[in-house]
């Protein structure tokens, strides 16, 4: 029986199973068998067979946004309008067949757009060429799922379930667990909060399921099994994700307001251009990118070529992003601005001091 046979079996017999006490420990074996099936669809373990060509795109710029959706929803001429790139846009489904990328310069950013091709139903088992979609997906800093206005909202869970069986977890955290197996021992649970949706019998058959006899695991948050497994495969990949709706100039203002005031929703029209400058600032504030300025000392600081650097990011990083060469003769920086204790006089920092944005660093070496 194939990987996928066996997927499919599981599936039917979680469907047939009833959801109860007495059940939930089964059910947590056979969820924890469809992850580990599922994890071996997508990265195969045996040798390559041959054939078949991936397009994955070399990532480029400060941060990379994938364009998500059904066949002709738009994901093309959005990325018509918003960057230099002509991705070929038309009517009828299927016209983009391999990853387009154009870039969006925005507060001397730059940032790669990655329009995938449309993803049928069943992508996440192969259809389509959808696992290469989705997993190029994996590599993105932001998933702008491109929804037709026009249509059902049915194409928004779909494409949900899609990504989830390939590991991506839309606009959630990773849970708050630590793990570590160890030689002997048996397993070792500890819990800071009170678990409502779990239980030591629980996690232990879902660790036995696993293989794993030997581990220590402390648990900070209220978990449930699903993200147990998650910590457990140790490869999902959790990505903001903007819900983008296109075709607004074909629906009512009242359909319009309704999709507007969902969480993590923009309605647009590329076709008219309607939201579009809007949408770049969103995404700017999603992706969560810090700028900050070099200064050369006894000049004024360099304010047209600003480093681009993620949030948390500290003077190393800064180092680095200059060149690498700046972090073993380090000696120390000087940073004005927000990250600045005595702003908006300078800080005489080290490595590990975190920047924020805008701030104006200058590196001094041995």
Not at 217 to 237: F, P, Q, S, Y
């Given at each position: 029986m194939g990987v996928l046979e066996k997927i499919k079996a599981i599936e039917e017999e979680m469907a047939r199973t009833q959801k109860n006490k007495a059940t939930e420990y089964h059910l947590g074996l056979l969820k924890a068998k469809l992850a580990k099936y599922r994890a071996q669809l997508l990265e195969p373990t045996g040798k390559s067979s041959g054939g078949g060509t991936g397009f994955d795109v070399q990532k480029a710029g400060d941060a990379r946004v994938c364009l998500i959706g059904f066949p002709s929803v738009g994901k093309s001429t959005l990325l018509n309008k918003m960057t230099n790139t002509q991705s070929e846009a038309a009517s009828y489904e299927f016209t983009t067949l391999t990853a387009i990328p154009g870039v969006i310069e925005y507060k001397g950013a730059r940032i790669q757009l990655l329009d995938l091709p449309g993803i049928v139903e069943g992508a996440s088992g192969g259809r389509g060429r959808g696992r290469q979609v989705v997993s190029t997906a994996k590599t993105s800093d932001l998933i702008i799922m491109m929804l037709d206005a026009t249509k059902s909202t049915e194409q928004r869970r779909l494409l949900e379930i899609e990504l989830d069986a390939v590991g991506i977890r839309l606009n959630k955290t990773r849970p708050d667990v630590v793990f570590k197996q160890k030689a002997a021992g048996g397993v070792t649970i500890n819990a800071t909060v009170k678990l409502t949706k779990i239980d030591e019998k629980a996690i232990k058959t879902i660790l036995a399921g696993y293989k794993i006899h030997n581990c220590d695991?402390?648990?900070?948050?209220?978990?449930?099994?699903?993200?147990?497994?998650?910590?457990?495969?140790?490869?999902?990949?959790y990505v903001p994700c903007l819900y983008v709706f296109n075709k607004i100039d074909a629906i009512s203002l009242e359909q319009m307001d309704k999709y507007a005031r969902q969480d993590h929703s923009m309605v647009i029209s590329c076709e008219m251009g309607l939201n579009l400058d809007q949408l770049v600032v969103k995404i700017w504030d999603l992706i969560g990118l810090v700028k900050v300025y070099t200064k050369k000392r006894g000049h004024q600081p360099d304010?047209?070529?600003?480093?681009?650097?993620?949030?948390?990011?500290?003077?190393?990083d800064v180092c680095l992003g200059i060149h690498r060469s700046l972090v073993p003769n380090f000696k120390y920086a000087l940073v004005w601005g927000k990250s600045s204790k005595f702003s908006p006089h300078a800080q005489k920092v080290g490595l590990n001091h975190a920047v924020a944005d805008e701030d104006v660093v200058s590196i001094f070496t041995k």
């Open positions: 695991v402390m648990i900070r948050e209220d978990i449930t099994i699903d993200e147990l497994i998650d910590v457990l495969i140790g490869t999902r990949k304010l047209s070529d600003p480093i681009c650097l993620r949030k948390g990011a500290t003077i190393e």
